[in-house]
C-alpha cells in the first residue's frame, strides 16, 4: 500500500512538473515570438546600422556609435583611398618583401612579381588578401605608415571621426576601430565611386599569376550575400577573433533607385541578418520624388498665381504611413512684384515630415508672368515708346 502511494505521489509529481513545463515553455516562447513579431530590424549584431545611401536616412540602429574592431572591413577604406590617390590603376606595380607572406587571408603574392593596381583591388576586395592591402598601401604612398596616415586623413575629412587604422588589412590592434555609423558613410562614399562599385559587385575575376605554377589567379569573390538578395551590389566580409564575423551589405532596387547599406559588427549570422534586414525595409520604403508635388503648388505673387517647379529631383525614402503625413511650405525670397521670367528663382521650399525638415530647395518660375496692372501697362507702354 505503502508503495502504491509513493509510486502514486511520484507520477502526480511528474505530471505537474510537465504541465508547469510546458507553460513556462508556452509563456516563454509566446512571449519571445511576439517581442520579434512586434519590434522591426531586430539582429545579434553587437552594432548595427540600416542606411538609405542616397538620402543618407537612418533606417534603423543599434548602438551604431559604440567603437569596435572592424576586421577586414577596413578594406573598404584601403580601396577607396588607393583609388582616389591612384591616377592610373592600370599600371603595373611590383610587389615588395613586405607584401609577401603576411597572416591570414591572402592571394600569395611573391615579392618582385608585377600586378596592376586595379588586380590588386580585385584581390583586396574578393578574396580580402591581407597581403594584397600592405602591396596597395606600398604602392599607393610608399610605406604602409604612411598610406594609413591618409586613410585617417580621408576618414576625417568625411566626418568619420570615430574611426582609426593602424593597419591597412585590419588584423587586430587595440587602436583601431570604427562604428557602425562611420562605416555607413564610408561605405556610401565609397559607393558613390563607379570602379569601387564594379569591383565589390563582381563574382569573380582572373589576374596575373606571374611567378606562379598557373599564370592566373582565380578570384572568387567570398561574398555571399551578392547572391541572396535581388540588386545586391557589395560590400565586404570580415573576421578575426576580437572583431568576430562582421559585414557591410548594399542592395539597390531598380524601380526606385532605393540604396540600402547594412553594417553588422560582430555579428554571428551576418549574411542572414543582413539579407533580412533589407528585405524588411524593402517591403516598408519607397523612394519618392517630391519635385512632382513641389511643381503643383501655386505662389502668389502681385496679383498673379504663379506655376513653380524645382530644377532638380528631390527624393526621400518614406512608408506609406509617412507620405501621408508630409507638409510642404514655401517661403518668397524676392519682392512681390511683377513681372516674372520664366526660370526666375522665387522662393525655398521646405519639406517637413512629423515636423522635421527632411528636405529643402529652392524653386524657380515654370513660366512668363506680366504685369498687367495699370501701372505695369503704362510703363511697358514707355518702355517701348
Do not use: W
Request: net charge negative.
Amino acid at each position: 500500500m505503502k508503495t502504491l502511494t509513493k509510486s502514486l505521489f511520484y507520477v502526480l509529481m511528474f505530471v505537474l512538473a510537465v504541465i508547469f513545463g510546458s507553460f513556462v515553455l508556452v509563456k516563454t516562447f509566446g512571449v519571445a515570438y511576439e517581442q520579434q513579431d512586434d519590434t522591426k530590424y531586430q539582429t545579434s549584431a553587437e552594432s548595427m546600422i540600416l542606411m538609405e545611401a542616397n538620402s543618407g536616412r537612418i533606417i534603423a540602429e543599434k548602438d551604431a556609435d559604440k567603437q569596435l574592431p572592424m576586421a577586414s572591413l577596413t578594406k573598404i577604406i584601403t580601396a577607396i583611398v588607393a583609388i582616389k590617390n591612384t591616377p592610373d590603376l592600370d599600371k603595373e606595380v611590383e610587389i615588395s618583401k613586405e607584401a609577401q607572406g603576411v597572416e591570414g587571408s591572402s592571394i600569395y603574392l611573391k615579392s618582385g612579381e608585377h600586378l596592376t593596381m586595379r588586380e590588386l583591388l580585385y584581390g583586396l576586395m574578393l578574396r580580402s588578401g591581407n597581403d594584397a592591402a600592405v602591396a596597395i598601401a606600398i604602392a599607393t604612398s610608399g610605406s604602409v605608415e604612411k598610406f594609413v596616415e591618409e586613410c585617417n586623413s580621408f576618414c576625417a575629412s568625411i566626418g568619420a571621426t570615430n574611426t582609426h587604422l593602424v593597419t591597412p588589412n585590419g588584423l587586430h590592434d587595440d587602436n583601431h576601430y570604427t562604428t557602425a555609423r562611420d562605416l555607413a558613410e564610408i561605405t556610401k562614399y565609397a559607393l558613390s565611386n563607379d570602379i569601387f562599385s564594379q569591383i565589390v559587385k563582381t563574382p569573380e575575376i582572373k589576374i596575373h599569376n606571374e611567378l606562379g605554377r598557373f599564370d592566373h589567379r582565380l578570384l572568387i569573390n567570398k561574398n555571399r550575400f551578392l547572391k541572396m538578395v535581388d540588386g545586391a551590389d557589395g560590400v565586404k566580409t570580415g573576421y578575426t577573433k576580437k572583431a568576430g564575423r562582421c559585414f557591410v551589405g548594399s542592395a539597390t532596387r531598380a524601380e526606385d533607385n532605393l540604396k540600402l547599406i547594412c553594417v553588422l559588427l560582430n555579428c554571428r549570422p551576418m549574411f542572414e541578418d543582413c539579407s533580412r534586414l533589407i528585405r524588411e525595409a524593402q517591403k516598408e520604403y519607397r523612394n519618392v520624388d517630391f519635385s512632382e508635388r513641389v511643381s503643383e503648388e501655386k505662389i502668389n505673387i502681385g496679383e498673379k498665381v504663379v506655376s513653380i517647379k524645382p530644377l532638380d529631383s528631390m527624393i526621400y525614402p518614406v512608408t506609406q504611413e509617412e507620405d501621408n503625413q508630409i507638409e510642404i511650405k514655401t517661403q518668397l525670397m524676392r519682392d512681390n512684384s511683377l513681372p516674372i521670367k520664366i526660370g526666375e528663382k522665387l522662393a525655398e521650399v521646405q519639406i517637413f515630415l512629423d515636423k522635421q525638415m527632411i528636405l529643402c530647395d529652392n524653386i524657380y518660375a515654370a513660366e512668363d508672368v506680366s504685369d498687367t496692372s495699370y501701372k505695369g501697362t503704362l510703363e511697358k507702354v514707355i518702355e517701348n515708346f
